[in-house]
């Protein structure tokens, strides 16, 4: 497990370890907590996740808002259809935007790795909802 919970990592930082991260093959865990991703930092993990094979488990839950935006959902959402070994990720409060969670909702369908994933202070609207009770309904996999 890697934890930079609360280090005051800036993007050079983050652009470091993400690069660090697409090719490790050790590190299962990676708990990025109240790191302000926008969407620049979106787009390093979303390039993190399409390559590493071994990272299960990724949190970013924020205890307050960032802004990972539409533009940093979509890119994550795009990853993680493809990411065959990310079982729980946690993007608590990391202001998605409506398109970032509509395509989330679409990626799931296309992942059957994910199990957990928590979404808490995204401000899911009606149609995100349907979007994502839709894909639950369809999804083989349980998602707690």
Known sequence: MLSVKSCGLEEGGGRALAEGLRLN?????????NYNLEEGGGRLLAQ???????????SNRLGRRSELGE????????ALSLNTTVTS??????GLGEGGRRTLAEALRLNAALTSLELRGNGLG???????????RLKTTVLT
């Not at 533009?71 to 795009?78: D, H, I, Q, S, V």
């Open 25 to 33: 093959t050790t590190i299962t865990t990676l708990d990025l907590g």
């Open 48 to 58: 993190t996740l399409r390559l590493n094979t071994t990272l299960a488990s990724l």
């Open 71 to 78: 533009g940093g959902g979509r890119l994550l959402a795009e």
């Open 89 to 94: 990720l946690n993007l608590g409060s990391n």
């Open 126 to 136: 009606e149609g995100e909802g349907r979007a994502l009770a839709e894909t639950l």
